[in-house]
């Protein structure tokens, strides 16, 4: 039987494709995530603080609780700080730091709130991460899920190998 080239081009193409989707999802099979969860956070029920994937760390959704599960008192800016302390605490306990950071998203009740106290939270901003912005994304909502928080923060990291900690 003859074999026309552009046939045999798609066999040896067709060929690569099936070992890249098995080699893709051997790997992928031997890499399972990692619930970060550090004791220092209120303890999560049906939730992780952070999930390590890889060398990814993708930051579960923080709003302003603090260690007696209370949502801080004293406006947006005091909710910013524990917030953004709180997602900063789950990427220390993965080995992160804040240059780590690729993406934040913040949920707000009152985005004019927000941006009210925009010179004090980009002071807190930097005291807490300095002068590293990943990229952000701000987004309005009618409410979270505990009815006295104003702002909620997620986000996504990527470690580099050498500083990962994979227990929290």
Same mark, same amino acid.
């Given at each position: 039987?003859?074999?026309? %080239?552009?046939?045999? &081009?798609?066999?040896?193409?067709?060929? +690569?494709? !099936? @070992?890249?989707? @098995?080699?893709?999802?051997?790997?992928?099979? /031997?890499?399972? *995530?990692?619930?970060?969860?550090?004791?220092?956070? %209120?303890?999560? !029920?049906?939730?992780?603080?952070?999930?390590?994937?890889?060398?990814?760390?993708?930051?579960?959704?923080?709003?302003?609780?603090?260690?007696?599960?209370? +949502?801080? =008192?004293?406006? +947006?800016?005091?909710?910013?700080?524990?917030?953004?302390?709180?997602? &900063?605490?789950?990427?220390?306990?993965?080995?992160? =730091? %804040?240059?780590? /950071?690729?993406?934040?998203?913040?949920? /707000?009740?009152?985005?004019?709130? @927000?941006?009210?106290?925009?010179?004090? +939270?980009?002071?807190?901003?930097?005291?807490?991460?300095?002068?590293?912005?990943?990229?952000?994304?701000?987004?309005?909502?009618?409410?979270?899920?505990? %009815?006295?928080?104003?702002?909620?923060? &997620?986000?996504?990291?990527?470690? *580099?190998?050498?500083? &990962?900690?994979?227990?929290?």
């Amino acid at each position: 039987m003859y074999v026309t %080239p552009q046939r045999h &081009l798609c066999i040896v193409f067709f060929t +690569i494709v !099936r @070992y890249c989707q @098995y080699s893709i999802k051997s790997r992928g099979s /031997l890499v399972k *995530p990692i619930a970060i969860n550090p004791d220092s956070l %209120p303890k999560p !029920r049906g939730y992780s603080h952070g999930t390590l994937h890889g060398n990814t760390l993708y930051l579960g959704g923080q709003t302003a609780l603090d260690a007696n599960m209370r +949502i801080v =008192e004293g406006g +947006i800016v005091e909710q910013f700080r524990q917030a953004f302390g709180n997602v &900063l605490t789950t990427l220390r306990a993965a080995g992160g =730091e %804040p240059a780590d /950071l690729v993406s934040i998203t913040i949920y /707000l009740t009152d985005v004019e709130d @927000y941006q009210a106290h925009g010179k004090e +939270i980009g002071e807190v901003w930097r005291e807490l991460a300095g002068p590293v912005y990943p990229a952000m994304a701000g987004i309005g909502c009618t409410r979270l899920w505990q %009815p006295e928080a104003m702002i909620e923060i &997620l986000g996504t990291a990527v470690i *580099p190998e050498e500083r &990962l900690k994979t227990r929290a």
